[in-house]
């Protein structure tokens, strides 16, 4: 995710707070709830320490963490940084005596790669690995070998009988390699209506889904076509985090089968196959978001082979925990992820290949050491609170997802909690972005503290990005645990949102999961620290209140959290 800063600065600072809050209160009625009204006690500004975000989003994003790749060095030295803060700050041990919960990983690397080699009758088509196409494998296989598998165009991938919808109805494509359009079938519409919530992503657009449904069909191969726009990245972003070690959770003996292959290409290679094909990469696009699309078969294979070495390692996600003073075993989260992507592929011109991940989210994990010193100092709130900092975000939110199936603290104890990732310093703005609005009871605490703190709130300017789906909150809510993701708004004191779009675009562009992505010591803070000031409002608010949040009526995890509720007496 990126985030974007905010201060009261210039002419901003001037407006009045009447307005403020009536700006505040309008931006989050288009959130839209007829949920009732929680218990919201007010809360006093945190004392927040922005040398402790300095501090440590410099040391984290030196080359001497060599990109904090889980099962490094990189590791140890982060863990070690993090319990050390921790513990200074005042928290207690977050898993009984100790201050970290194991993850087990295995970490698959793989190397030689062939090109990918499509043959049509006669015809080879040759691509080579990285700039064209990359592809990994998920199986623990000394050699991946993907011999004249045949192709298969399934639109976009999706199997969704609750939306009437089946891209893999009538045709089997067991040992064959499916070819699938990356996010879903009405990302390009300008509203939220659709049978995949309009503009907005849903699950069935991420890459994760699409993988584990092309497996769960029983497909030998996958390969996403990559596109700039839909995927909300370029195809540096896909060849750097693709390439090199790849973290993946420990398979048990029972484990569902997956997919000999997972890869990506570039759109105009998939343009140049389905040609040979015979077929038109715009038309069958086009065919893929209508309900009566059939897959296609392309009368071609795939063959491309790589060798594989494996180390099965565990990783570490760190907790700490301020005990409450009246009700200790009701938990509020606030979580951030530790891990990037160690060292990038390819590297930069200049030959750093570093991935320093000062942005994301070197800026996250400080967060959560500057928001329990904050706490610490106000003394324990009615309800505990509990400072999760997770591994393998990037490899796919695996920390998050094993904390959410292992919790140390029960789900249906833990009240709510509040996702950071990647605070972008960019300057100050009018606005902050809200992602996954109108979801949650939640939003009734961040209505408060907008107000509190004289914020606005503006939806989500890339629906289509599927933020929601892409960092650690979402392994919590698919638990049905409510948590909001608040980020920072684009609309720029100095230069509007055409200001704030360009920085977050040259984010994305040269620095995101890249070698640029490093801490500069001209950074201007304050715009963080008031984004800061957010999270710590809600927490505090959260961890006062008496009231057990839920998804709204309708919402696709309400079920979960009333079924999770009703399995005990205790907490909600």
Known sequence: MIKRSFKFAGTFAGLAAGALALSACEDMAMMGSDEPALDIPGVEPGDLSEATMVDITRQLSTDEFGGRMPGTKGEELTVALLTERFEAAGLQPGNGDSWVQEVPLVEITGNNFAPLT??????????????????????????????????????????????????????????????????????????????????????????????????????AGAIIVHDTDPASYGWNVVESSWGGPQAYPQ??????????????????????????????????????????????????????????????????????????????????????????????????????????????????????????????????????????????????????????????????QTVGGVNMDAFLVAGPSRDVTVVGPGKSQLDQFLEAALVADGRVATPNPSPEAGYYYRSDHFAFAKEGVPMLYVDGGEDLIDGGREAGQAVAEEYRANRYHGPKDEFNEDWDWSGVMADLQLMYRLGRMMAMSESWPNWNEGDEFRGVRDESCASSDEGC
Request: glycine content about 10%.
């Open 118 to 219: 499509i043959t049509s009758g006669e015809t080879d088509l040759v691509y080579d690995y990285g700039s064209e196409w990359t592809g990994v494998t998920y199986r623990e296989d000394a050699q991946t070998q993907l011999a004249n598998s045949e192709l298969v165009f399934v639109g976009y991938g999706i199997n969704a009988p609750e939306r009437d919808w089946n891209d893999y109805e009538g045709v089997d494509v067991t040992g064959k390699t499916v070819v699938i359009l990356v996010n879903d079938p009405d990302w390009e519409t300008e509203g939220l209506d659709g049978t995949f919530n309009g503009r907005a992503m849903t699950f069935y657009g991420r890459w994760t889904y699409k993988y584990e449904e092309a497996a769960r069909q029983g497909a």
């Open 251 to 412: 398979r048990g003996d029972n484990a569902p089968e997956m997919t000999l292959l997972n890869g990506w290409v570039q759109k105009e290679v998939a343009r140049e196959i389905l040609a040979a094909a015979g077929q038109d990469l715009d038309a069958l696009t086009a065919a893929a978001k209508t309900e009566d699309f059939a897959a296609v078969e392309l009368g071609m294979t795939a063959s491309t082979s790589f060798e594989n070495t494996f180390r099965s390692f565990t990783s570490q996600n760190v907790i700490g925990v301020l005990p409450g003073s009246e009700a200790p075993d009701e938990y509020v989260l606030h979580t951030a992820h530790w891990d990037h992507l160690g060292t990038c592929n390819p590297p930069a011109a200049d030959g750093d290949d570093i991935c320093n991940g000062a942005v994301d989210n070197a800026t996250g994990t400080a967060a959560l050491v500057a928001l329990a010193e904050a706490h610490s100092k106000a003394g324990a709130p009615r309800r505990s609170l509990v400072f999760l900092a997770v591994t393998a975000e990037e490899s796919g939110l695996l920390g998050a997802y094993y904390y959410a199936a292992n919790p140390i603290y029960p789900l249906n």
